[in-house]
């Protein structure tokens, strides 16, 4: 347990920082405090019959609500608790008094809170001017989702505060404030090496503060940026999803392979006039085709040392669909690049969408509809041939089935002559093939009429059906009377 005064100390060193003017505000994403129920193991928050246990080892700095009124409290080994100027802490006899908790245990444990790091972007949010509109804009590069070198820098204190620092050789912002009050970079440099600031800043005492209070180009300088970009882009590429396009475009500053486009126009100075002019005539563009919906986009400078850029990006807030690519073109034709003084640009798109995951789908297809045929044969297999020595059904499934498939069938054949008139239907011969017909089954079909008309033929009432081999159903043919013919009388007539 570290027992400090040092938020005494914080309010007198604030009491001479004057507000510096900063572009913009990044704001780190605090844990619960003390008096959140997510902070609490059990969900709730404790009361007077509860005692309050810390973890054994907790690394952060917590700030204590003015009032807690506890039976008792489990300190920690380490770790910091930040004691409000006008704050105490009242033990209590733990009777209920008629009073009941929500947690019936008497016991409320805290969460051990994680260290997270400076250089992830994922700790950050982006107040969009001050505005307090939190900005979550897929175009913007990962670098620049950390505090720029002129951005003020908000880290609240009302939570449990651990910050990982290892890695931040130089910590160059615009202006830091700390629980709502600015601080001097040589107060925040003294903290680091103190032995609260070692349990609120990891591997801090070495690290430099920097304000940097005028404009610059860029989001950071060309001596940090590949340092500040190797050392975000650490804590991002194993979560970067895969893009869903044939030729994604990494865009300068960016961690990870996106779909969108990205043009880059070369300019002979750093203008600040040029970005907000260039994303206002974006937004203009976006707001005539309705799509501002649709499509997300970024502008800003990137110095990289060799040259200054402006790189526009512009991609889908949803799935890719090439509607970016088409916007961009569509700009590029429409506006006039004369007033940005550049006649050099460089135009990288996405190329046609692509589902990664579709061939993967079509395999898994493949395969279940091979086992679904595999089945389907293999139990006809088994039904058909009971006997086969390889795979035997239980009795009782195997009668089920077998009577299914083994089910008496009646063939009739019929020749294709017609009845005579006159004829009844018991005249037709009919040939039936039965197969393994049970007894039963035959007693039940015995004497049944087995024969019909049929109607194809008693219309046309000549011959019998199916005729006997007797004399008396074969045809008569009549008589005729022959001519005698004499042909030597013929033939001496004619010589």
Same mark, same amino acid.
């Given at each position: ?133 939190? $900005? ?12 720029? %070198? ?44 103190? $032995? ?88 203009? %563009? ?37 509607? %970016? ?20 640009? $460089? ?131 009549? $008589? ?16």
């Amino acid at each position: 347990m570290i027992k400090h005064n040092y938020l005494f100390l914080v309010l007198l060193w604030l009491s001479t920082i004057k507000l510096i003017s900063v572009n913009s505000i990044k704001k780190w994403i605090e844990n619960p405090g003390f008096e959140y129920p997510s902070s609490w193991e059990s969900g709730y928050l404790p009361c007077s019959q509860d005692e309050i246990v810390f973890p054994e080892f907790y690394s952060s700095a917590i700030l204590l609500p003015t009032t807690i009124d506890i039976t008792g409290i489990t300190l920690p080994n380490n770790g910091a608790l930040l004691l409000q100027p006008d704050g105490e802490i009242v033990f209590s006899s733990g009777l209920d008094n008629g009073f009941k908790c929500e947690n019936s245990n008497q016991k409320a444990e805290l969460k051990t809170t994680p260290t997270r790091h400076w250089f992830d972007p994922h700790n950050w949010m982006n107040l969009n001017n001050g505005s307090g509109k939190i $900005e979550n804009n897929a175009a913007v590069p990962h670098i620049e989702r950390i505090p720029c %070198s002129n951005e003020l820098v908000q880290i609240p204190a009302t939570g449990a505060l651990s910050i990982d620092l290892s890695d931040v050789k130089t910590l160059r912002v615009g202006q830091i404030n700390l629980d709502g009050l600015d601080v001097s970079k040589e107060f925040m440099e003294q903290l680091f090496k103190s $032995e609260l600031g070692e349990v609120m800043f990891k591997y801090a005492s070495l690290t430099q503060v920097e304000y940097y209070k005028d404009q610059q180009c860029g989001c950071h300088n060309s001596d940090i940026f590949w340092d500040y970009e190797w050392n975000v882009c650490k804590h991002v590429q194993d979560i970067c999803e895969r893009p869903k396009c044939h030729t994604p475009i990494i865009p300068s500053g960016h961690c990870c392979a996106i779909c969108g486009v990205m043009m880059k126009v070369i300019v002979n100075k750093c203008d600040p006039s040029y970005t907000e002019k260039l994303s206002k005539m974006i937004a203009h %563009s976006l707001k005539e085709q309705e799509m501002e919906e649709q499509l997300s986009y970024h502008v800003s400078y990137v110095d990289a040392g060799v040259k200054t850029y402006l790189q526009v990006i512009v991609v889908e807030k949803d799935d890719y669909e090439e509607s %970016s690519v088409k916007f961009m073109h569509h700009f590029n034709e429409t506006v006039s690049w004369d007033e940005f003084k550049s006649s050099t640009k $460089e135009f990288f798109t996405s190329g046609r969408p692509y589902n990664p995951n579709g061939l993967r789908a079509a395999l898994l297809l493949m395969i279940g509809t091979l086992f679904g045929v595999l089945v389907f044969f293999f139990v006809i297999f088994v039904n058909f041939a009971p006997d086969n020595g390889i795979v035997r059904l239980p009795r009782w499934m195997y009668v089920r089935w077998y009577e299914f498939f083994q089910s008496p069938f009646v063939f009739a054949r019929f020749d294709n002559t017609a009845t005579a008139e006159g004829d009844t239907a018991e005249n037709v011969v009919i040939d039936v093939q039965q197969y393994n017909v049970s007894a039963e089954y035959e007693e039940n079909i015995r004497g049944t009429s087995t024969s019909f008309d049929n109607p194809m033929f008693v219309d046309n009432p000549t011959t019998k059906a199916n005729p006997q081999n007797d004399d008396d159903s074969m045809p008569i043919c009549e $008589e005729e009377e022959l001519t005698e013919i004499d042909l030597d009388e013929q033939v001496e007539g004619i010589l």
